[in-house]
């Protein structure tokens, strides 16, 4: 069978060289007698409109070809008109770059095969803030609709603010003063989710966008304003086995020999809900003079999402709530030790109800003036972001009573397919499963709180350059002061029952029966979660407790970052160059306030505040160079020196500590306020062969030398002494230390990272005109790191205790999009692969941790067809898109494949909709 992946890159290398050839010919063919033929057509093809998809690829390769820097771009088709369903998606198709999927959507993206975290993302280049616990933003947040294009930094630049250390991810909104005339779009599309109804969700969903563009006629004042509304489904079949895989003791489980790779549990759940998003995007621009330009910029999302996940859940550990011993009979283990199957006998299984209501919203305000001062252009920007996300996470248990009533449980853990859990029992019946104290308690809560703030001013100045600097065109001079504070608080506590006892869940809370056949279990009820709780229990969330006194944190950053940039445009020899040579300056001034127990105080007094921080300055020098070369050739050469500020929960002043009353020795863990940044060498090396406007095929290579790298590990030697202050040790306890083991994210030592990128655009009309309307865009990325990680104590149970690869970094990515547009009528295809990586998400205790992601192939394709004015239907066009057309599943491992964790599927997602452009 032939390698899809290969084929791929076969295909973007072969078109190359194909069309390159072609050209050549082409090019040769003009020099003899028809050399006038292809000037006429060049003439009457100038007086053809492109729309459509073409439009978007064209204006792209414009922004790209046009750079001084190495970039990706995707432009609008049309206003109000992007290729994806989702912004992040649009951006997973650009080469270098992949997503990462949370609860179907992609969410949060890796340029260059390192964590979304060493990437920054603008809004019409201003910093934007984040909704998650870090930096990288979740694009899912913002509408596609009101993005008109992104551009996609690669290398740095010494006047581009706030760049990250693989890339800069600058989303824009329209200018509307750039319209030669009104213009808007409406546009309603309904959504179905293939896994359809269940319990109190529908599979059905729509989405509904406005957008209207004008200016006055003297182009002295411009306006435009858009709204996106969408409510999507949540759809989510689910088996998950526990962590940690371990290899198990002799006798600890009867029926399965010692040494064995084996899971504490196996859960199915199906979850169901909806994500409804508004989003508004609104410009003023004001230009009553040659003089002077205002531009004011308002952006605004609020999305509420809703789920309720309804789990069936078996312990196959050593405890079972002290109903016996739990025996496994039959055990199957595979060649490589790991325990693949078998009966679980006695074993207690419950019905887990579990809610989240989560609520993000993003306000940002950004006022620019620019001023032409004869020769001198001056620039001043005011902006200002914040996010705040809230969040309640209910969970309550239910078993089968009177107890204890004990099952046996088939297993067969599968990696490729859902892993099957069967039981004899029957736990469909609402009435016989009754809320209880569980081997986990009766439930449990959390409601965290999120909140990013970002105040930035920015002054920039443009200077011609002397005369006697022919090479030189101008020098840029700039300073940006940026303010951002990051919070997070973590309320927590047990749901326990009511004065009422154990209790079945009444009939006017229950929704009905999930299936959950997929996993073999068959029937379960789904009830009202945050209802039951407050009928029947109670929730008490606090943050004073030991264990969450660390949940709660505030970092605070203030950075000043000058900057000097000289740009040219000269010839070396025969070979015109252009480019800039520049050097950024950054003062970084960061500190973090938070809380820490401190048992050795008198009940009362254990929680105590705690600032620290540190200060440093950085000098990054960058250079950019482009060579026009003949036949329309680009090579472009960058070097750079970069870095990429540590994560905020990295930078939390948050600790935990303690003595070992038998040695003496203090010990601890938390966040680290004095890291230094991540700080890199990088060189790029581009070749790039344009086609005119329509096409071009590109190879790039890029390196970077990471001299640091920031790890979680535990290190000796750590000074307690400002902890141990109050400290008195037992009358029969050794004298105390005053340094012991802190394990916290310190700076260390980093690596090489190195890639490879193959790109071709390519209409197929360049080939034969019998091909007008077909086209490809196809990329290829290669990546590879000698970095290793030692893996963060929480993520040892998923990934293991042996160094690790980079998270995000997938070895490959490929990209394909295969497309017609003829006559109106639109039709295309898109598949975007990655092969494993290691992925960060999220756990119950809201914590980063890593697993082992398996690479994904996702297709998606749409059809649409655009009436014309002759028809007297001008302006409307109908469309439907397919999301994720094979299916396929998000599936994640410890270690090896044959140990499986998560295997989730999010089903297809339809769409039918109109757009009318008036």
Same mark, same amino acid.
């Given at each position: 069978m032939l390698n899809p992946q290969r084929n791929l890159l076969s295909l973007a290398l072969a078109s190359a060289i194909t069309l390159a050839a072609a050209q050549a010919d082409a090019q040769d063919a003009q020099t003899g007698d028809t050399a006038e033929t292809p000037q006429a057509e060049a003439a009457e093809l100038d007086t053809i409109v492109v729309r459509g998809i073409r439009r978007g690829i064209e204006s792209a390769i414009s922004v790209k070809r046009e750079s001084t820097s190495i970039v990706e771009a995707i432009s609008s088709e049309d206003i109000g008109k992007l290729p994806d369903v989702s912004i992040a998606e649009s951006l997973a198709r650009l080469? %270098?770059?992949?997503?990462?999927?949370?609860?179907?959507?992609?969410?949060?993206?890796?340029?260059?095969?390192?964590?979304?975290?060493?990437?920054?993302?603008?809004?019409?280049?201003?910093?934007?803030?984040?909704?998650?616990?870090?930096?990288?933003?979740?694009?899912?947040?913002y509408p596609s609709e009101l993005i008109s294009g992104v551009t996609v930094y690669k290398t740095p630049d010494a006047g581009l603010v706030g760049q990250g250390l693989t890339g800069t991810l600058d989303m824009q909104t329209v200018r509307p003063l750039s319209f030669d005339e009104p213009t808007g779009v409406v546009s309603v599309r309904g959504q179905h989710n293939s896994l359809g109804n269940a319990a109190d969700a529908s599979g059905y969903g729509e989405r509904i966008n406005a957008s209207y563009i004008t200016r006055s006629e003297d182009r002295r004042f411009g306006f435009s304003i858009g709204y996106s509304h969408s409510n999507t489904p949540i759809q989510e079949n689910q088996v998950g086995l526990y962590e940690p895989w371990q290899a198990i003791g002799d006798g600890w489980r009867p029926g399965v020999p010692a040494g064995t790779f084996y899971s504490d549990g196996i859960k199915a759940l199906r979850r169901t809900g909806n994500t409804e998003r508004d989003g508004v995007m609104m410009t003023l621009q004001f230009r009553p003079s040659n003089v002077w330009t205002s531009t004011l910029d308002l952006f605004h999302s609020q999305a509420d999402q809703v789920s309720t996940a309804n789990q069936f859940e078996v312990h196959i550990g050593d405890y079972n709530g002290g109903y016996g011993r739990l025996e496994v009979t039959n055990p199957v283990i595979n060649a490589d030790g790991t325990f693949t199957g078998g009966v679980a006998n006695n074993v207690y299984p419950l019905v887990r109800g579990m809610y989240n209501q989560r609520e993000d919203e993003i306000n940002?305000?950004?006022?620019?003036?620019?001023?032409?001062?004869?020769?001198?252009?001056?620039?001043?920007?005011?902006?200002?972001?914040?996010?705040?996300?809230?969040?309640?996470?209910?969970?309550?248990?239910?078993?089968?009573?009177?107890?204890?009533?004990?099952?046996?449980?088939?297993?067969?853990? !599968?990696?490729?397919?859902?892993?099957?859990?069967?039981?004899?029992?029957? $736990?469909?019946?609402?009435?016989?499963?009754?809320?209880?104290?569980?081997?986990?308690?009766?439930?449990?809560?959390?409601?965290?709180?999120?909140?990013?703030?970002?105040?930035?001013?920015?002054?920039?100045?443009?200077?011609?350059?002397?005369?006697?600097?022919?090479?030189?065109?101008?020098?840029?001079?700039?300073?940006?002061?940026?303010?951002?504070?990051?919070?997070?608080?973590?309320?927590?506590?047990?749901?326990?029952?009511?004065?009422?006892?154990?209790?079945?869940?009444?009939?006017?809370?229950?929704?009905?029966?999930?299936?959950?056949?997929?996993?073999?279990?068959?029937?379960?009820?789904?009830?009202?979660?945050?209802?039951?709780?407050?009928? $029947?229990?109670?929730?008490?969330?606090?943050?004073?407790?030991? $264990?969450?006194i660390p949940k709660a944190w505030r970092v605070d950053e203030e950075i000043a970052t000058g900057?000097?940039?000289?740009?040219?445009?000269?010839?070396? %020899?025969?070979?015109?160059?252009?480019g800039n040579v520049g050097v950024q300056v950054q003062r970084v001034d960061q500190s973090s306030t938070s809380r820490y127990w401190d048992a050795t105080l008198p009940e009362g007094q254990n929680v105590q505040p705690i600032t620290r921080g540190k200060s440093y300055t950085e000098v990054l020098p960058s250079m950019n160079l482009a060579f026009s070369l003949t036949s329309d050739q680009t090579l472009r050469v960058a070097l750079a020196e970069q870095i990429a500020r540590p994560r905020v929960d990295e930078l939390r002043a948050s600790l935990e500590f303690g003595v070992n009353t038998a040695t003496g020795e203090p010990g601890g863990s938390g966040g680290n306020p004095e890291l230094d940044p991540w700080r890199a060498y990088a060189f790029d090396l581009s070749y790039e062969k344009y086609f005119g406007q329509r096409?071009?095929?590109?190879?790039?290579?890029?390196?970077?030398?990471?001299?640091?790298?920031?790890?979680?590990?535990? !290190?000796?030697?750590?000074?307690?002494?400002?902890?141990?202050?109050?400290?008195?040790?037992?009358?029969?306890?050794?004298?105390?230390?005053?340094?012991?083991?802190?394990?916290?994210?310190?700076?260390?030592e980093g690596g090489s990272l190195r890639g490879l990128e193959l790109t071709a655009s390519l209409p197929l009309d360049l080939f034969t005109p019998a091909l007008t309307g077909f086209g490809i865009v196809a990329s290829a990325s290669f990546n590879d790191s000698d970095i290793t990680i030692p893996p963060p104590p929480n993520a040892q149970s998923s990934v293991g205790s042996e160094n690790v690869m980079l998270p995000g970094l997938s070895k490959r990515v490929y990209n394909l999009t295969a497309y017609y547009e003829r006559g109106g009528f639109e039709a295309r295809v898109s598949q975007r692969r990655r092969s494993d990586f290691i992925g960060e998400i999220g756990n119950?205790?809201?914590?980063?941790?890593?697993?082992?992601?398996?690479?994904?192939?996702?297709?998606?394709?749409?059809?649409?067809?655009?009436?014309?004015?002759?028809?007297?239907?001008?302006?409307?066009?109908v469309l439907l898109q397919a999301s994720n057309i094979t299916d396929e599943s998000y599936r994640t491992y410890a270690g090896t494949r044959d140990r499986p964790l998560e295997h989730i599927e999010w089903g297809r997602t339809w769409l039918l909709g109109v757009n009318y452009r008036f």
């Open positions: 080469p %270098g770059l992949s997503a990462q999927r949370v609860a179907g959507r992609a969410q949060v993206i890796s340029v260059r095969g390192l964590s979304p975290d060493f990437s920054t993302t603008l809004l019409n280049g201003r910093e934007m803030v984040s909704t998650g616990d870090n930096r990288s933003v979740e694009f899912d947040q940002a305000f950004g006022w620019n003036n620019a001023f032409n001062l004869g020769a001198v252009e001056l620039n001043t920007d005011v902006s200002y972001s914040k996010t705040e996300r809230d969040e309640i996470v209910l969970e309550n248990n239910t078993q089968l009573l009177p107890a204890p009533q004990l099952d046996s449980v088939a297993l067969e853990f !599968r990696s490729d397919d859902f892993s099957q859990l069967v039981p004899n029992r029957d $736990y469909s019946d609402p009435g016989s499963l009754y809320l209880t104290n569980t081997i986990y308690g009766s439930g449990y809560g959390k409601t965290p709180r999120v909140e990013d703030e970002l105040r930035a001013f920015r002054v920039d100045a443009s200077i011609p350059a002397p005369e006697a600097a022919a090479w030189l065109i101008d020098f840029d001079l700039g300073l940006n002061y940026a303010d951002r504070k990051k919070s997070k608080w973590q309320p927590e506590g047990n749901i326990n029952l009511g004065a009422q006892g154990d209790t079945p869940i009444a009939d006017d809370l229950q929704y009905g029966l999930v299936d959950l056949g997929f996993a073999g279990v068959g029937m379960i009820p789904s009830w009202n979660v945050p209802e039951a709780v407050a009928r $029947y229990m109670s929730f008490i969330p606090v943050d004073n407790l030991s $264990y969450l900057y000097a940039r000289a740009n040219l445009d000269t010839q070396w %020899g025969s070979v015109p160059v252009r096409a071009y095929v590109s190879a790039a290579f890029y390196y970077k030398d990471l001299r640091t790298y920031i790890y979680t590990e535990a !290190r000796d030697g750590y000074d307690f002494s400002d902890l141990l202050v109050d400290y008195v040790p037992g009358p029969n306890e050794p004298p105390t230390q005053t340094t012991g083991r802190f394990t916290a994210p310190y700076n260390g119950f205790d809201g914590d980063r941790t890593l697993r082992y992601v398996v690479g994904e192939n996702i297709t998606d394709a749409q059809i649409s067809y655009a009436f014309g004015d002759e028809t007297g239907l001008g302006g409307l066009s």
